[in-house]
């Protein structure tokens, strides 16, 4: 029996989130991974926290931004496969400049589809889509087929590169692929996304560092995943004998309360405490400032055909997902649990 070759893989945003966990997967499967970085790549694996990776990986500099920079980074690595990450991924921001999210996401995508087709056909390449394109889909939960209508610059940057996918794949037999993600979460997910803002701040409790925990609407919903999960499709579906888009999500709704109530369960915490009066309170308050008007059409995604297509499964379930965020930001804090 022979075994498949090393592959060169060139992973655009390694040092983000799911950019680390990607790179762990291939490396452990033989794979040669090449990294983009937005700075100087000294120092940049120890910033985001892979230091693990050193000596591991080799990082080249490009810039969203900076085409050029774009096309030098793939025509140096000479990838057999191109997973593009690479994008801003807090979608509020987007309202501040859509100028920059387009030039970066949109532009950026079709950079990375030229420079990879520029190499020649062999090339096969997964760009990292986002449930954001739907948003006021007429239905839900989402799959591949349902209607696209986002409701943010960020949404209508998703779109244009998702719809750049097909286009090219149609038009020239490509091997371009769309990973239409939802909501992933993990350890390494930064505190301004609302899941780490959860985690952190009932570690934080738990650790006598702080008595509440503010939030915004408990009744919002959303479907979480593992980033662990999430690339483990990615790597399916760019490895499957022919291209395709595929959403990549638990299918499976909770709500923000659901996400406190794991957090607080896996920290070993009860969300009420006694008061001062003699009743009880509420370690959670609700800020009217951040509820906004409930969706009609929640983000929950149809997972249907990466798992009859490319037999993906989520491996970690919610509860599992929330204690391992938990876990590790107890362990950030040096809370030690009896």
């Known amino acids: 029996m022979t075994s498949t070759p090393a592959r060169r893989v060139l992973i655009t945003g390694l040092t983000g989130q799911d950019g680390g966990y990607l ?11 090449i990294g983009t970085v937005r700075r100087h790549p000294d120092g940049a694996l120890e910033a985001a926290g892979l230091g693990h990776l050193n000596g591991r990986v080799a990082l080249l500099r490009a810039d969203l931004l900076d085409p050029a920079s774009l096309r030098r980074a793939i025509d140096e690595a000479q990838p057999d496969e191109i997973y593009h990450l690479a994008a801003p991924t807090f979608v509020p921001d987007s309202w501040n400049d859509p100028t920059e999210v387009m030039a970066a996401v949109a532009t950026g995508t079709a950079t990375v589809l030229a420079g990879a087709g520029a190499l020649g056909g062999h090339v096969r390449v997964l760009v990292a889509s986002s449930s ?13 087929s349902s209607p696209m209508r986002p409701r943010s610059p960020y949404g209508v940057a998703k779109l244009a590169a ?7 794949r149609a038009r020239h037999d490509r091997f371009l692929v769309s990973a239409i993600t939802f909501n992933h979460e993990s350890p390494r997910r930064p505190e301004r ?24 609407d408990l009744a919002a919903v959303r479907d979480w995943s593992h980033a662990r999960d999430v690339v483990a499709g990615m790597v399916l579906a760019l490895r499957h004998e ?20 794991a957090a607080f369960a896996a920290a070993g915490l009860e969300r009420r405490v006694p008061d001062s009066s003699g009743g009880t309170r509420d370690r ?12 009609r059409w929640p983000l929950i995604g149809d997972p249907s055909k990466a798992r009859d297509q490319l037999g993906w499964r989520p491996q ?19 809370v030690v649990r009896g």
Request: hydrophobic fraction near 40%; avoid cysteine; aromatic fraction near 4%.
């Open 242 to 261: 022919t291209p395709a888009d595929y959403v990549l999500a638990s299918g499976v709704p909770h709500t923000v309360g659901d996400l406190v109530g």
């Open 316 to 334: 970690t379930s919610f509860e599992q997902l929330v204690g391992e965020m938990v876990e590790a930001d107890l362990a950030r804090l040096g």
């Open 162 to 168: 998702h719809g750049l996918v097909g286009t090219l």
């Open 23 to 33: 790179a762990e997967q291939l490396l452990a499967g033989g794979d040669q991974v």
């Open 193 to 216: 996304f609302l899941p780490r803002k959860v985690t952190a701040g009932v570690a934080a409790i738990a650790g006598g560092r702080a008595e509440t925990l503010t939030l915004g």
């Open 132 to 144: 954001e394109v739907f948003s006021d889909a007429g239905v839900s939960p989402q799959s591949e």
């Open 284 to 295: 959670v308050e609700v800020d009217p400032r951040f509820v906004r008007p409930p969706e």
